[in-house]
């Protein structure tokens, strides 16, 4: 598709739990994405991150969530689309990524099986060759054939493994934008090292966007070009990821750079800058 400005752009976005009692999940929210680049929004757990991510994804039950606001891909607000019209947007125009790989994949089915069933959904393939596929696109993370013909299944293989073919699957069918949701928090921290940098170079190679989503400062900074800062649902903090470690103009951005900065011992993921 033929494309000016950005690939995404999100305008007053508002999540609200109204079952919960609580202040709203996220409070007016805006922000753009071009074609290929990577945002982190970073913030401290309740801050309003996946709410973000599932509302974008249309991955929210309407019946308890509240939804505000605007999130146009390719021009298209998402938050008016049918359920129907939001399928076929996810895979092939925008898929996610989530934080426990294990729990992602179905421990009863293939992990071939499952990338092939992507592929057969959003992109109506048949299953010869939504297998021959799949397997590619697992080649691509790391996963030969060999591995998975001894270990088919998700608990034979390691989080790591499990989280490679997590991507594999939500790359296959080619999407533009790929949010990834604290894809290495439940993953050792060389393991971390390997995800970023396999999620770095796939969406470079393939041009994709991507939303980074993380508690990890020093993590964000090696990956995203901007970062927004969440704080009890408010952006509190939008720019270029050097501007705002260097110049942050709100207090818990401050202290978070402070945080790391005294923690020699963070145990964070060492990945070298992009
Ligand atoms: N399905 C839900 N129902 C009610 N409250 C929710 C639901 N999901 C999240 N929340 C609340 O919304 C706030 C933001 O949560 P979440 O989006 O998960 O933040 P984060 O991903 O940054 O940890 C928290 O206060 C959380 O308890
Ligand atoms: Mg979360």
């Known amino acids: 598709m033929a494309m000016n400005g950005p690939l995404l752009e999100v305008k007053g976005l508002g999540v609200a739990y109204p079952a919960a009692a609580a202040p709203a999940a996220v409070k007016d929210v805006s922000f753009s994405l071009n074609p290929g680049s990577v945002l982190g929004v970073i913030g401290e757990s309740g801050s309003g991150k996946t709410s973000l991510a599932l509302a974008l994804m249309g991955l929210l039950d309407t019946a308890s969530a509240r939804i505000a606001g605007e999130a146009r891909f390719e021009g298209r607000n998402l938050l008016g689309l049918s359920e129907r019209e939001m399928c076929r947007i996810r895979g092939s125009g925008m898929a996610m990524i989530f934080q426990d790989p294990v729990a992602s994949l179905d421990p009863a089915m293939r992990i071939l099986d499952q990338v092939a069933e992507t592929l057969r959904l959003h992109r109506g393939l048949g299953r010869k060759q939504a297998r021959s596929l799949a397997a590619g696109e697992l080649g691509k993370v790391g996963i030969e054939p060999e591995l998975l013909a001894a270990a088919p299944y998700a608990h034979q293989l390691s989080g790591g493994q499990c989280q490679r073919a997590m991507i594999a699957a939500a790359l296959a069918c080619g999407p533009r934008l790929l949010i990834a949701d604290e894809p290495t928090s ?81 145990g964070g993921a060492t990945v070298a800058p992009a």
């Open 186 to 266: 439940s993953l050792d921290v060389t393991l971390q090292a390997q995800v970023i940098v396999l999620l770095r170079e796939r969406c470079r190679q393939d041009d994709i966007a991507m939303i980074f989503i993380s508690h990890d400062l020093p993590l964000v900074s090696t990956i995203a070009g901007e970062v927004m800062v969440m704080y009890r649902g408010e952006a509190v903090e939008y720019g270029a990821c050097g501007q705002v470690l260097t110049n942050p103009s709100h207090e818990f951005t401050a202290e978070m750079i402070a945080a790391v900065a005294d923690g020699p011992e963070r």
